[in-house]
Structure formats: C-alpha cells, structure tokens
C-alpha cells in the first residue's frame, strides 16, 4: 500500500513540473502575440511605428551564451551541495555517501557540458562575425 501511494507522490511531482513547463511557455506565448498585436493594430489604424517601440517590442536580445554559462554554475554548485548532502547523510548510513558522490559527479558533467556548449558558442559567434566582417561585442 505504501508503495502505490509513494508511486501517486512522485507522479503528482512530474504533474506539477510538466504543469509550470507548459505554464511558462504559455505565458512567453501569449506575450509575445500580445506584442506583435499592439504593433498589428498600430498599422491597420496608420500610425507609423516608432522604431524605438518596434525594438522595445520586438527586439528581445537573447544571449545563449550567458543563459548556459548560468545554468552550468548553477548545475556545478548543484553538484558541490549534493556531495555534502551525501558526506551529511553518509555518517548515518555508508551507503548513502557513494550513491550520492556518483549522482553529484553526474551533474557536475551535466555543469561542465554547459559551460563548454557556452564557450564553444562564443567562439563560433566571434568566428562567424569575423568571416562576416562584423565586430564582436
């Protein structure tokens, strides 16, 4: 019986994460079908858009770069937290310590593969602006 109601638990965890997942992007969706209609509207009535508010509205800067650089300091001191948390756990029961040491050596690859990816993009962006002719930042 425990088991089924530990099997609802973590099933209603995954519920709730796919939940704010799908939250999320639709909210990003409907802001953005908020902007380009405040801009839609603007022509249909013929009032020129101002280039500062067709930037402002439209022209959301993503940097890739820096959102991995991010995720993977985070991620790595995710994994720094999960070994304590082993050392912690560990001096109660032995077995706990190496089960987390290998989950947090996992996620500080995961870490270590987004500071990579954001540093390999770096590169490709300033070599592609170079070929281009463009300087970078």
């Known amino acids: 019986m425990e088991s089924g ?23 990003g969706v409907r802001k953005r079908d908020a902007e380009h209609e405040t801009l839609r509207r603007m ?39 999960l070994a304590l948390m082993g050392w912690l756990i560990g001096t109660i029961k032995s077995d706990a310590f190496n089960a987390l040491l290998g989950v947090a050596g996992l996620v500080a690859f995961i870490g270590i593969g987004l500071l990579t990816a954001a540093a390999f993009m770096r590169r490709a962006r300033r070599e592609d602006s170079a070929e281009n002719g463009h300087s970078f930042r």
């Open 43 to 81: 022509v249909e009535s013929g009032k020129e858009p101002d280039p500062e508010l067709v930037n402002k509205l439209l022209g959301h800067k993503k940097d890739p770069e820096r959102d991995l650089s991010v995720g993977g300091v985070i991620t790595i001191f995710v994994a720094f937290g």
């Open 5 to 27: 109601i530990f099997g609802l638990a973590a099933f209603g965890f995954w519920m709730f994460i796919a939940a704010v997942s799908v939250g999320g992007i639709w909210d």
